[in-house]
């Protein structure tokens, strides 16, 4: 897939200048250990509504020893899950709907189209569609890899209510 058909060019993208590292994105986004599926954001125009991240693919991912075997291959809902926590960081970076955390609320269109494989960098863009306050967030997401399209569709994300899903969790655990 050629640049033009990508939601920005990634040649004008600065990869070795980073808006947040790693320590920043775990300042917003929750996912920790084997969750955490963003490496860098380098790129963030909220008057575009384009944002830009990226995960490093290693051989140590947790998925690498499984899926497939000798020949591993990232998953499509990982891939998904590193579109998600992109869209979720821009989201709440920008305090477009207004929530402590937002959760995944929806996919639609979604089409995988390359592979991608350890030892490769997984460039996520996502493109702001609608913002609905304290609703859901609509996101376009590319997923690129060497300059192709691995993955793409559109996401939803929502309010999760944190209060109360902590009362709930409370109230499960044993006296």
């Not at 320590?23 to 996912?31: C, F, G, L, S």
């Not at 291959?73 to 821009?90: I, K, R, T």
């Not at 996401?155 to 655990?173: C, F, H, T």
Request: aromatic share 8%; proline share 5%; net charge negative.
């Amino acid at each position: 897939m050629a640049d033009k058909d990508l939601f920005i060019d990634l040649s004008l993208v600065d990869f070795d200048n980073h808006v947040a590292g790693i320590d920043d994105i775990r300042q917003i986004n929750p996912q920790r250990f084997e969750m955490e599926q963003l490496t860098a954001i380098v790129h963030d125009d909220i008057e575009a509504g384009i944002f830009v991240a990226y995960k490093d693919i290693s051989t140590e991912d947790f998925w690498v020893r499984g899926h497939m075997p000798g020949m591993p291959l990232m998953p499509g809902v990982v891939m998904l899950e590193a579109c998600a926590q992109a869209c979720s960081y821009f989201g709440q970076r920008h305090d477009l709907l207004g929530s402590e955390m937002l959760g995944f609320g929806g996919l639609d269109n979604v089409r995988f189209r390359d592979p991608v494989i350890p030892g490769e960098r997984f460039v996520i863009i996502c493109r702001l569609v609608k913002a609905r306050r304290n609703r859901m967030i609509i996101c376009d997401f590319q997923g690129v890899v060497n300059g192709n399209l691995a993955c793409e569709g559109t996401l939803r994300g929502i309010p999760i209510p944190v209060d109360l899903l902590r009362a709930e969790l409370d109230s499960r655990k044993p006296c």
